[in-house]
């Protein structure tokens, strides 16, 4: 059975992710050689109660096309990149790696985007100001 996901309650599962997070971040810049992995940014690592599993949020940014690629060379890469976080971390037990994609990013650019399709008196800063008195 895996353990429960971290939601900040653990400081030894956040030390933990905000390793793993920091170190996959370096070996996407320096070590991996797989072409299909490029741009990716990696955004939150929650790791289980029981350090058995994390989960690994990133971004990728490219087309389509290059968001699949990267999600199929993470996943295939997934047992070289536990190795080397192994080597690196120096945990009795190292996690299953799970990469996710994370749509946060998409998310804001589409929200932006239909900002920008405002009429201007719609965009004005909101004033608190013109609220009815409570």
Same mark, same amino acid.
């Given at each position: 059975?895996?353990?429960r996901p971290n939601?900040g ?13 920091r170190e996959l971040?370096?070996?996407f810049l ?5 072409p ?7 955004s939150?690592?929650?790791v289980?109660s029981d &350090? ?5 949020n990133?971004?990728? !940014?490219?087309s389509e096309k +290059?968001?699949r690629?990267?999600?199929? #060379? =993470?996943q295939?890469?997934a047992g070289?990149?536990?190795?080397e ?5 120096? &945990?009795?037990?190292m996690p299953?790696?799970?990469?996710? !994609?994370?749509?946060n990013l +998409? ?5 932006? #985007? =239909? ?6 008196e ?7 100001s013109? &609220?009815?008195?409570s």
């Amino acid at each position: 059975m895996r353990g429960r996901p971290n939601r900040g309650g653990g400081s030894r599962t956040a030390s933990v992710g905000e390793q793993i997070r920091r170190e996959l971040s370096q070996l996407f810049l320096e070590g991996l050689k797989d072409p299909r992995i490029a741009f990716v940014t990696v955004s939150t690592v929650n790791v289980t109660s029981d &350090l058995s599993l994390a989960t690994i949020n990133y971004t990728v !940014l490219g087309s389509e096309k +290059e968001v699949r690629d990267t999600e199929i #060379g =993470l996943q295939q890469s997934a047992g070289w990149l536990r190795k080397e976080l192994s080597h690196r971390l120096k &945990l009795r037990h190292m996690p299953q790696l799970r990469f996710y !994609l994370d749509h946060n990013l +998409e998310n804001s650019f589409y929200i932006q #985007g =239909l900002l920008t399709k405002l009429p201007d008196e719609d965009r004005k800063p909101f004033d608190p100001s013109e &609220l009815p008195p409570s």
